[in-house]
């Protein structure tokens, strides 16, 4: 912390951290709250659970005081929906009573994810390996396979985008795997963890657009990516990578600010900018402002729009003219060229 780090993140959801006691999480919270920073934590559910796994970090942030973010705050499963109102309403509490608590969320109803986050809360606790060997045990498996039939996640809109596996099984729903294979899909997404050794990367569709308009316009939301930074060149891998990684700002502007009317230029501008550099302490960056280090955006409002689709990820935004980091043009008349001015970027 004293390096100068923005904060501490958790994601309670995947196996390394599922064995995180809430008492291990204020702890930690106290430490991170003690430097003023913040602390962003993936809920360790996001389905039938929802509600308590805020509970619990909105309880490490009243109890430590320290800056709580919300990890891509999404509700998953149709059956399971109808809690946002409920999901936001408890934000909206713990702010007035005032625990420092925001949420960022991606402009995507696909979400992007680990196989094994979709397998009942218990069964990847301890590892992978104690996973894999859980999932191999034939009563374990029945037992599984029971849970999973009877929870609210509609396994056959998983779409398998990279892992482990050959590249046959890449791009491909569950559903088309499990019937070539004559299995349920419960059993195949099973399958698909052995034989990847539990790495298993996918695209889902079990977000609702309803929800995603209510976090994208709510006044405690920042706008983030939850993605990654890829060139071009790495379609040739044959990884399907989610769109979010070359579309998710201009996506906003496009759907959001044009399309929808659901924000203004200037807020959904300062949710992506402004409201992240506040949040996180980062001096001097986030507005345009003298004194300021110069990274602008010189953009086209007719023809902003992203262009990546889960089928064809690898693709640049169109209406972004220029491009300047640090001061310095990096992208000119729509491309780049060559100059590399980012800076890390510490406390």
Do not use: C
């Not at 779409?159 to 596996?165: A, F």
């Not at 990820?313 to 000119?332: A, C, F, M, R």
């Amino acid at each position: 912390m004293r390096e100068g780090v923005l904060g501490v993140s958790a994601g309670l959801v995947y196996s390394h951290a599922k064995l995180a006691s809430k008492q291990e999480l204020e702890e930690i919270a106290n430490i991170i709250s003690d430097y003023k920073r913040v602390f962003a934590v993936h809920l360790r559910d996001e389905t039938d659970s929802i509600l308590q796994s805020l509970d619990e970090v909105i309880d490490v942030a009243k109890n430590s005081g320290v800056k709580l973010q919300v990890s891509h705050l999404k509700v998953m499963g149709e059956k399971n929906w109808p809690l946002m109102d409920k999901v936001l309403r408890k934000i909206e509490k713990a702010d007035e009573k005032g625990v420092d608590i925001y949420f960022d969320v991606y402009p995507y109803v696909a979400t992007g994810s680990v196989l094994y986050t979709f397998l009942p809360d218990w069964v990847s606790r301890g590892g992978r390996k104690l996973m894999l060997s859980r999932l191999k045990d034939p009563e374990i498996r029945k037992k599984v396979i029971k849970e999973m039939k009877e929870g609210s996640i509609d396994y056959s809109k998983i779409m398998v985008s990279s892992g482990s596996l050959e590249k046959m099984v890449s791009r491909r729903n569950v559903s088309d795997i499990a019937k070539s294979q004559n299995k349920s899909v419960e059993e195949t997404v099973i399958d698909l963890l052995i034989a990847g050794n539990g790495q298993i990367i996918t695209i889902t569709k079990v977000l609702s657009e309803d929800n995603l308009d209510k976090a994208i316009s709510h006044p405690l939301s920042i706008i983030s990516s939850n993605g990654a930074g890829y060139e071009i060149s790495h379609k040739s891998s044959g990884d399907l990578i989610h769109p979010r990684d070359f579309g998710s700002f201009p996506r906003v502007l496009s759907r959001y600010v044009k399309d929808k009317s659901l924000l203004e230029w200037e807020e959904a501008i300062y949710k992506m900018t402004g409201l992240p550099a506040t949040r996180y302490d980062i001096d001097n960056r986030g507005v345009i402002k003298r004194g300021n280090f110069a990274d602008v955006l010189v953009i086209d409002p007719e023809t902003i729009k992203d262009s990546a689709t889960i089928d064809n990820p690898y693709q640049y935004s169109s209406g972004i003219d220029y491009v300047l980091v640090n001061g310095k043009i990096t992208v000119e008349e729509g491309k780049y060229v060559g100059e590399r001015a980012g800076k890390i970027v510490k406390d």
